[in-house]
């Protein structure tokens, strides 16, 4: 299609689509028009083709039909694309140069943000010779100047003003649940200018996000002024909004009702499925029970955390890790870092210069990256202390604010927390309060705490020994967890890693409602708790408040379990032995061999 055809196309949709929207938006000062890609193809399927193919050009072409409306600043107005064919979406991991300048959407989280800052646009440039005036648009990183004039003059033009726009940057990483195997994410850094900028304070780190827009490319380095051959893209965004859902396949099968059935009939879901998943590794009943319920957390709640917190404690070399590690592949959007290894960018967030653009940027951690779902810290005790006293906010609020460098960010983390972690001395005794290496605020803020202890009774010993032989090595069953290729089979059928975690997924959205009985037994437990904890409790530690909320969020993941809405005394008692368990257990989970009934 020509250029001109192009426009006087876009003249006549737009006239016969938008022309009271146009007038309504102006009357009410709203410099936004949203067109809806289906409009377009409908009207002309060959016009939303060449909106595909050239969007630059094509969202001029529309800006130039506004002139057509009897409006206010016409060029001033801003155009949004929204509603782009299914296929039109790329996932950033699979972003190539053949996507370059297409009209494409893109699916992330936020892991990185700019303030909003002014940036050149274009600069008009005067010619001292002549007095011609020359415009210079500013679309890469480095400020043009014209390098000659119409009347043959050469350099030295005099600036008369320079067009700025509000621009915020943000870095999108591809969705952690869209991830393959060991499959890294990538990132991809957007810029939004104008307009779009406008409601910035709604774009946390760790928002999910979905953007339509178009890539350009962007030298990574510029050597003595000449931009370098290696590029990076640049996602140009006309539109945006808020992704509240975790893309994850919940289509369920006959077969696998049939399944879901099963899992929910059983007796002790959890207890059910924690057979299967953790088969090969002895012992702590109470413990893999505890993790699996933990991924059946996680909404929110009258504005409070739902997230369950699980701390691992206990001697090196003991089931722990290989617990936590298999947990994280139960849930869709899972990460898994160790504590040593967490630097820098840390848990939460740091401010540091953008290599690239040399600006402020606020970089998120591994708790914004994993919002609505779980990090895994293996040997958590192991970070720094900085990155310890950072985990406050974010445990306890699911939100954390940050505020260096003239940046203020937000940060989303309504992430569950799976940690282990080893005691400080070996040879002492494994008391939480003195030998594990965490701040006992952050101690306080784990729902629960098992104790591992190493064992040293000989017959366990034995079975320990002969579970660990029969067995391939862990790693391999972490990997073919990963790969959702194990099944398990039960009673004639077979269950794969992909269709437990679904049945968990599906069921983690139904919010329990508590009836006002159950409310009065927390409240007569937590009282009864109070008072034999003076004398014993769990290391003479006195339970505090935060304990009833935590019952909470345990008795509605068991509800979750057994896909029911109702918590009813049966599921408060489940939650209540977790407790009591751990407030009567001295010395640790122990390994007493729990088997499922059915
Ligand atoms: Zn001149």
Not at 104 to 118: D, L, Q
Not at 326 to 346: D, Q, W
Not at 499 to 522: D, F
Not at 574 to 585: G, N, V, W
Request: a neutral charge; one cysteine or more; aromatic letters at 8%.
């Amino acid at each position: 299609m020509e250029a001109t055809a192009t426009i006087d196309k876009f003249k006549e949709f737009m006239q016969d689509y938008y022309k009271d929207k146009i007038i309504e938006l102006d009357r009410k000062r709203i410099k936004l028009l949203n067109i809806d890609f289906m409009n377009i193809a409908k009207f002309d399927p060959e016009l939303g083709e060449v909106l595909l193919d050239e969007p630059e050009d094509c969202i001029q072409a529309i800006k130039i039909s506004l002139d057509d409306f009897d409006i206010e600043d016409s060029n001033d107005f801003n155009i949004g694309i929204i509603n782009l064919p299914a296929n039109s979406e790329i996932n950033i991991n699979r972003i190539r140069q053949k996507h370059l300048n297409k009209l494409i959407s893109i699916k992330g989280v936020v892991t990185t943000r700019t303030k909003v800052f002014p940036k050149v646009v274009s600069s008009k440039f005067e010619c001292p010779a002549c007095g011609n005036i020359i415009k210079v648009l500013q679309s890469k990183e480095i400020y043009k100047q014209p390098t000659k004039c119409g009347c043959g003059r050469k350099g030295a033009f005099t600036l008369i003003v320079n067009e700025l726009k509000d621009t915020l940057m943000l870095k999108l990483e591809e969705l952690p649940e869209r991830l393959k195997g060991s499959e890294q994410p990538y990132e991809i850094r957007t810029i939004l200018q104008d307009i779009l900028c406008k409601e910035d304070y709604q774009i946390f780190l760790g928002s999910r996000m979905e953007v339509i827009g178009f890539l350009t490319e962007l030298p990574t380095k510029v050597i003595k002024g000449t931009p370098s051959v290696n590029c990076d893209y640049l996602f140009n965004v006309v539109s945006y909004q808020s992704m509240d859902y975790v893309d994850f396949d919940i289509t369920v099968s006959p077969e696998e009702e049939k399944l879901f059935d099963f899992i929910s009939s059983r007796k002790n879901p959890a207890k059910f499925i924690a057979r299967l998943i953790f088969n090969d590794i002895y012992g702590y009943g109470k413990v893999k029970q505890a993790v699996i319920y933990q991924q059946f957390s996680g909404s929110r709640i009258e504005g409070k955390r739902d997230y369950i917190h699980i701390l691992l404690y206990g001697m090196p070399g003991t089931a722990k890790t290989d617990i936590a590690l298999r947990t994280s592949y139960l849930n869709p959007i899972s990460k898994v870092a160790t504590g040593p290894s967490i630097s820098g960018v840390g848990l939460t967030a740091a401010v540091k210069k953008d290599e690239l653009t040399g600006n402020w940027v606020c970089v998120g951690g591994l708790l914004p990256r994993c919002n609505k779902g779980l990090a895994v810290i293996d040997e958590i005790e192991k970070m720094s202390d900085q990155d310890k006293k950072s985990l406050h906010m974010p445990m306890e609020s699911g939100y954390f604010g940050v505020e260096k460098a003239g940046i203020s960010a937000k940060l989303v983390t309504n992430t569950s927390i799976l940690g282990t972690s080893n005691p400080k001395v070996v040879t002492e005794p494994l008391k939480v309060g003195t030998n594990c290496d965490l701040p006992a605020s952050i101690l306080d803020r784990f729902d629960l705490i098992f104790k591992f202890t190493d064992v040293s009774d000989s017959k366990t010993d034995t079975k320990i020994a002969e579970n660990i032989t029969n067995r391939s090595t862990s790693e391999g069953i972490a990997n073919s967890f990963k790969d959702n290729n194990t099944t398990f089979e039960w009673s004639g059928h077979t269950f794969t890693i992909s269709s437990i975690k679904k049945y968990i997924y599906i069921s983690k959205n139904k919010i329990p409602k508590l009836s006002k009985r159950v409310t009065k037994e927390i409240h007569l437990w937590y009282a009864n708790l109070r008072k034999t904890s003076e004398q014993i409790g769990f290391e003479h530690k006195k339970p505090t408040p935060r304990v009833v909320e935590s019952i909470l969020r345990l008795a509605r993941a068991i509800t979750r379990s057994k896909r029911k809405d109702l918590i009813t005394k049966k599921e408060l008692k489940l939650a209540i032995e977790f407790f009591d368990f751990l407030y009567d257990t001295e010395d640790g989970v122990g390994l007493a061999e729990e088997q499922v009934e059915d």
